[in-house]
Structure formats: structure tokens, C-alpha cells
T-cell receptor
């Protein structure tokens, strides 16, 4: 049972445009959500997170939106840069369990 | 710089064998989590160790076991290897059981192939 889903395996975007990566979840107990970026031959690196008490969190070019009623979150990257090309994973957690549940990832390619 | 290292980088084993994967956490980090990432999938939580004791486990059978040592190193042991155990194994360390993503740092992983 896939509790965290990323339905787009890949996405291509022109440099300078907005990248929107989507993630859906099924477990209403999740109260903390994260996005990780992964380059080949490296471990995932933390990008941005959001608590369920918020609906938006911004960090520079990266913004995460959370829609609890739809059980949906999205990551916006504006403007997209070639260095953003990587696999992006969303993950969810129930506070106190420390068991991050990851989605299957979306491969973002930013074209110069 | 995260400072989390894993060895070996790649490993090939045959079905039924046993394997030990190693992780060296950042100095001072008392918590290590292990994840299995199968091809085309996201990382799946195996278990977490905190101060040398298991502190939570995912849906993995007992043939997956771990150890954590006082010198910030840890091991993941898998017995009776199966073909489906072929995956990238990631460890992640943090000072305490991490509740915020920016407190947990991943290593580059060990790629295990079971033939």
C-alpha cells in the first residue's frame, strides 16, 4: 500500500521557468512533510519541509504548498536552474515515529 | 558537508548468503536510520538505532538486523539473502531521533546486488 505517491516519474522544464512537483498521500495521521533532492551516486539531501499546521513554507526559490483536505502537497521551484536537475522525493512522517515514508520520486530535468 | 560515509560502495552476493553493510555517522550523532531503496522506488525505512538500541522498525523481516557502536559507526546485517534484497541501502544519521528533515543527513549508499 503506497501511502505517499508521486504520479509523475519525470518532468522537463526550461531554465528560468517554474517547476511544479506533486505528491499525494493517503494517511491522514501524517503531520510533517519533507522534500529531498537526490543526485546520482549521492544520498538524498533535505530541501524543505512543512508542518501540517501550515499550508505554505518558502525558502528562497523553493516553496512547498500543503492542501490537507486534498491530501496533496507540491513543490514549486522558481526560477528553475540546470543545477536543479535531480530526482525529487517527497516524504511524510507522523511526529514521534521517525519513520519517514517516501514517495517513488520525480526526475526533474531543467533544460538550458 | 554531511560527513556520513558508507562502505562498501558496491557489493555482489548470491542468494542465501549473509551480508554486512557499514555506516559511519557524523561525529556526535547518536541516531542512525537505515533505508532500502529498490530500483524505481523511494527509500523504505528499515529501522532506527538510538544510543545502541533499536528505536523503531519498518515492515522488514527479522533477517534484517543492525548494530550501533559507541564510536558512531553502525552495521546493517542481512541474512539468507533473497533476489528482492537487491537495492541501494542508505544510512542516515542525526544527533537525536530526528523530527526535522534538516537534522538528518544521508550517506551515499551501498548498492547490493543479489544473484
Amino acid at each position: 500500500d503506497q501511502q505517499v505517491k508521486q504520479n509523475s516519474p519525470s518532468l522537463s522544464v526550461q531554465e528560468g521557468r517554474i517547476s511544479i512537483l506533486n505528491c499525494d498521500y493517503t494517511n491522514s495521521m501524517f503531520d510533517y512533510f519533507l522534500w529531498y533532492k537526490k543526485y546520482p551516486a549521492e544520498g538524498p539531501t533535505f530541501l524543505i519541509s512543512i508542518s501540517s499546521i501550515k499550508d505554505k513554507n518558502e525558502d528562497g526559490r523553493f516553496t512547498v504548498f500543503l492542501n490537507k483536505s486534498a491530501k496533496h502537497l507540491s513543490l514549486h521551484i522558481v526560477p528553475s536552474q540546470p543545477g536543479d536537475s535531480a530526482v525529487y522525493f517527497c516524504a511524510a512522517d507522523i511526529s514521534g515515529t521517525y519513520k519517514y515514508i517516501f514517495g517513488t520520486g520525480t526526475r526533474l530535468k531543467v533544460l538550458a | 558537508e554531511t560527513g556520513v560515509t558508507q562502505s562498501p560502495t558496491h557489493l555482489i552476493k548470491t542468494r542465501g548468503q549473509q551480508v554486512t553493510l557499514r555506516c559511519s555517522s557524523q561525529s556526535g550523532h547518536n541516531t542512525v536510520s537505515w533505508y532500502q531503496q529498490a530500483l524505481g522506488q523511494g527509500p523504505q525505512f528499515i529501522f532506527q538505532y538510538y544510543r545502541e538500541e533499536e528505536n523503531g522498525r519498518g515492515n522488514f523481516p527479522p533477517r534484517f538486523s543492525g548494530l550501533q557502536f559507541p564510536n558512531y559507526s553502525s552495521e546493517l546485517n542481512v541474512n539468507a539473502l533473497e533476489l528482492d534484497d537487491s537495492a541501494l541501502y542508505l544510512c542516515a544519521s542525526s544527533l537525536e531521533p530526528a523530527q526535522r528533515g534538516d537534522e538528518q543527513f544521508f550517506g551515499p549508499g551501498t548498492r547490493l546486488t543479489v544473484l
